[in-house]
């Protein structure tokens, strides 16, 4: 990890509220799929905010963020040229799985999943993802590696599927959920019910935690999730923010 | 210029140390920058036994704030020994002074006994404040005649420094300073987490699950200020003063209060670099008024 001040190559609303956020990367320590950065919101709010890398090129990387509170409204008025500070690569990455992946986004989980998919994908695998949101206003327009097979799935049926992913998941498909090992990020209960399917299908399940951060870097302990090990809390900065679904204890 | 710091018969090398359980043992940070520039790191704070710490959520942001409810979580004297004094051990340089937290004078007492041996441990800092813990701090940390027997009693296990750390949630901080410094102090951290609470109004429920928690930051700064201004009139022993450091300005103001050191603390979050800024920034405005060495700023506010 270091901290760099870099500089915005390209900040545009994607989809309604959704913002990619593209900027300069010192490559000396290249983000994997799973990892996230912080970025500083410069004074109000005081605490930098973590967000999931959600592409990394030579010499520069991505997030995908929703303008939602305070800090994400003063990053959607950053401009092409603008410097921001930066904290990262943090946290450890998904781990490649040993079956097919099978990726499920929800909401701004989407941001992880897209560089997990193009990742992967780059290095011969043929990922399943599956994209979930409320309507299709939520859903920007994916650049997606061609060997990714995409599911979308929408509360109103506007795109795709009419239904969760998990009901998604419950239905009819072209593929077998045991055949696949799970890789999800989105809210808390999308992650619960990709457990809960991993835990049905015998399958292994990686899930990609959020959770409010103070320092990010695993000296705080402000940010933990309760396991199921005999160390009770683990932080999600430092010891995940990716886990195997099976130490969470799901509430 | 001298920025040493003296406190007992040890030297500080500068007045810029980082606040308990805002950097771990330095470990994470080291990555970040190099800590050998520091003068102090306060560790998180050690207990005889491992705490797994409060349950979820620890933290919630204020305005120009955040309160925090950990729960001293820390691996005990064992897991310090084994996990973090070899990387103690490599650190140059910068002073590792060890927080210490207990819920009895034993606790507190054993936890200096079973790693005093440790040669890379520079000395103490008492937590008799933190707000956090239900059997813990509070009761000590508000009374001054269980301050000054406890102060004694600890200053009596070691040589090394012993700095006692203090709550502003009293009635009057000045008379626990004083306490301290009757059982022997040798130093007086000022202040700990002003006790504060926040409720999501749409859950009507408090923010985080210990309901109040220890407020940080830039909106703490001025009560801290406030009670090393004057704490420093009523001890002779040194002040390390704390509370929502955030620039060099900010450490300044603590100086020319009557603080003999600093700590950053909250801004250690939002910029890791913060310390040396804040150091490089006290050295800029020592030479541009000048000023020789740290007691000069004590001349200015009587």
């Known amino acids: ?251 | 210029m001298d920025l040493k710091v003296k406190i007992r018969d040890k030297f500080l090398q500068n007045p810029v140390g980082t606040a308990s359980g805002t950097y771990g043992y330095g470990e994470e940070y080291g990555e970040l920058i190099d800590i050998n520039k520091l003068g102090a790191i306060f560790t998180k704070a050690v207990t005889v036994l491992p705490r797994e710490g409060n349950p979820l959520p620890r933290l919630t942001e204020t305005p120009y704030g955040m309160i925090n409810s950990i729960g001293l979580a820390n691996g005990g004297v064992d897991g310090f020994l084994s996990k973090k004094v070899p990387f103690l051990n490599s650190v140059k340089n910068c002073a590792m002074i060890i927080n210490v937290a207990g819920s009895t004078e034993d606790e507190y007492s054993n936890v200096i006994k079973m790693i005093d041996h440790v040669d890379s441990v520079w000395g103490y800092e008492i937590n008799i404040s933190c707000p956090n813990v239900k059997t813990g701090g509070l009761a000590f940390g508000t009374d001054p005649i269980q301050v000054e027997r406890l102060t004694s009693t600890l200053r009596k296990l070691t040589n090394k420094p012993v700095i006692m750390k203090l709550t502003p949630n009293v009635t009057d901080i000045t008379t626990v300073a004083v306490a301290c410094e009757a059982g022997g102090a040798d130093a007086i951290s000022c202040i700990n987490t002003v006790m504060g609470m926040k409720i999501d109004i749409h859950k009507k429920q408090p923010s985080i699950y210990q309901k109040t928690g220890g407020l940080s930051g830039p909106a703490i700064k001025p009560v801290g200020v406030a009670a090393v201004y004057r704490v420093t009139k009523k001890v002779s022993i040194p002040v390390i003063g704390l509370g929502g450091i955030m620039n060099a300005d900010d450490a300044i103001e603590y100086l020319l209060a009557g603080a003999s050191a600093i700590q950053v603390g909250t801004a250690n979050f939002i910029d890791p670099n913060t310390p040396i800024t804040v150091l490089e920034g006290i050295k800029d405005y020592m030479i541009n008024n000048g000023l020789t060495k740290i007691s000069d700023f004590h001349n200015f506010i009587l």
Request: proline fraction near 6%.
């Open chain 1, 1 to 251: 990890m270091n901290q760099q001040q870099c500089k915005v190559l390209k900040n545009m609303e994607i989809a309604r509220d959704y913002y990619e956020l593209e900027f300069t990367w010192d490559n000396k320590s290249e983000p994997k799929p799973g990892q996230f950065l912080t970025i500083n919101p410069n004074g109000v709010p005081l605490l930098r905010r973590p967000f999931a890398f959600s592409s990394y090129q030579s010499g520069k990387a991505a997030i995908i963020y929703k303008k939602i509170g305070m800090a994400t409204k003063g990053f959607s008025v950053l401009r092409e040229g603008d410097t921001i500070d930066v904290l990262g690569p943090l946290g450890n990455p998904f781990t490649l799985p040993e079956k097919r992946p099978l990726l499920i986004a929800g909401g701004i989980g989407l941001g992880p999943m897209i560089f997990t998919a193009n990742y992967l994908a780059e290095n011969s695998y043929s990922p399943i993802l599956v994209v979930g949101a409320r309507d299709k206003s939520l859903i920007p327009e994916l650049n997606l590696n061609s060997a990714i097979k995409v599911n979308y799935c929408t509360d109103d049926g506007s795109l795709g599927f009419k239904g969760n992913v998990a009901e998604f998941l419950g239905s009819q498909r072209d593929f077998s959920v045991s055949d696949c090992e799970i890789m999800a990020c989105g809210p808390h209960i999308m992650l619960k019910a990709c457990h809960e399917i991993a835990i049905k299908n015998n399958i292994e399940c990686q899930v990609s935690l959020e959770e409010m951060m103070a320092c990010a870097v695993g000296a705080c302990y402000g940010c933990v999730v309760e396991t199921t090990l005999d160390e009770k809390y683990k932080r999600v900065c430092k010891d995940g923010p990716v886990f195997n679904s099976r130490v969470i204890k799901w509430t």
